[in-house]
């Protein structure tokens, strides 16, 4: 079983960027699809952005699109998010999972376990 840890979350300037990271332990990462989840203080969880296993399929909410990336590099058993021209409104928990279903397209609107601890960030001037 997949065993997750959320990094890289801070404080950050409007405008600016952050890259978090998601480290997993476990044989079977190069097969998960792995997916980036926020959730504010008052608001509901809400996707952000998953990736497959081998790294081919992507999708993105679509607040983010085009400002946030979602990379994996399996060598190194990790999920990237990496996030660029941060808002207010980024500000949020964010927590990455194993989507339930693998070996098919990812996809954020699926059930995902295994969630991480998340990593507070916090976009303010």
């Known amino acids: 079983q997949l065993q997750l840890v959320e990094s890289g979350g801070g404080l950050v300037q409007p405008g600016g960027s952050l890259r978090l990271s998601c480290a997993a332990s476990?044989?079977?990462?190069?097969?998960?699809?792995i997916g980036w989840f926020r959730q504010a203080p008052g608001k509901e969880r809400e996707g952000v952005s998953c990736i497959s296993g081998t790294g081919g399929n992507t999708e993105s909410a679509d607040f983010v699109k085009g400002r946030f990336t979602i990379s994996r590099d399996n060598a190194k058993n990790t999920v990237y998010l990496q996030m660029n021209s941060l808002k207010p409104e980024a500000t949020a928990i964010y927590y990455c999972a194993v989507e339930k279903i693998w070996f098919r397209p990812c996809t954020i609107r699926d059930e995902y376990d295994n969630w991480g601890q998340g990593t507070q960030v916090t976009v303010s001037s």
């Open positions: 476990g044989s079977t990462f190069n097969y998960a699809n």
